[in-house]
């Protein structure tokens, strides 16, 4: 059957994806039917990738995610503990094991170790911003500006699959990119 589609995927590529389908892409989305695995193939550039490291995605509705924020300006640290209980309660997860190649796995670890690095010069800045040197402040504020780049460089690390829904049916993810993409079947909403 697959050797008549014209949007098959090439030939050596079929026989990784696991029988009974259940992926799906949704414009810049990948939709996943519950239980279904991802083909051995890197998310990101559709290369072979072999790892497959199981990995817990949470999810939490965007509405319910302002709520909880608006909270948290209401009533500060006061607010911490409902908003966690709250997460308990309402948080969804499903747990997929993510196909990422050798050369994204090792660009995404050097980011993880930039992070790391930056945050720790971040927080020496800290330690000295309150040591009595006579420049506390100009401390503090390159600490504060270190402490930026950090948080803009977890940000671009950011996770390997965002769920953007998940149910008792589908899971609907953001991450993955167009040559992954590209390679699987149109969902249609059923
Ligand atoms: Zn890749």
């Not at 911490?80 to 209980?85: C, K, Q, R, S, T």
């Not at 950011?158 to 992954?180: N, T, W, Y």
Request: positive net charge.
């Amino acid at each position: 059957m697959e050797a008549t589609n014209p949007y098959a995927p090439p030939k050596s590529h079929v026989e990784d994806i696991p029988k009974p389908g259940g992926i799906w892409r949704k414009e810049k989305l990948l939709v996943m039917r519950k239980g279904a695995e991802l083909p051995g193939r890197c998310i990101y550039c559709n290369e072979k990738a072999d790892l497959h490291k199981k990995r817990r995605i949470l999810y939490l509705n965007i509405w319910l995610q302002i709520a909880l924020i608006l909270l948290f300006v209401a009533f500060n640290v006061l607010a911490l503990i409902p908003i966690l209980i709250i997460i308990l309660i309402f948080r969804k997860s499903a747990r997929i094991k993510i196909p990422v190649c050798q050369r994204h796995r090792k660009r995404r670890l050097w980011i993880t170790l930039v992070t790391v690095a930056v945050l720790l010069i971040s927080i020496s800045f800290g330690f000295l911003s309150v040591k009595n040197t006579g420049y506390q402040e100009s401390f503090l504020i390159v600490g504060l500006g270190v402490f930026v780049v950090a948080f803009i460089l977890a940000i671009l690390r950011g996770q390997l699959l965002k769920a953007k829904k998940i149910d008792s049916e589908v899971m609907i993810f953001k991450g993955a990119r167009s040559p992954f993409l590209d390679s699987l079947p149109e969902y249609a909403e059923q």
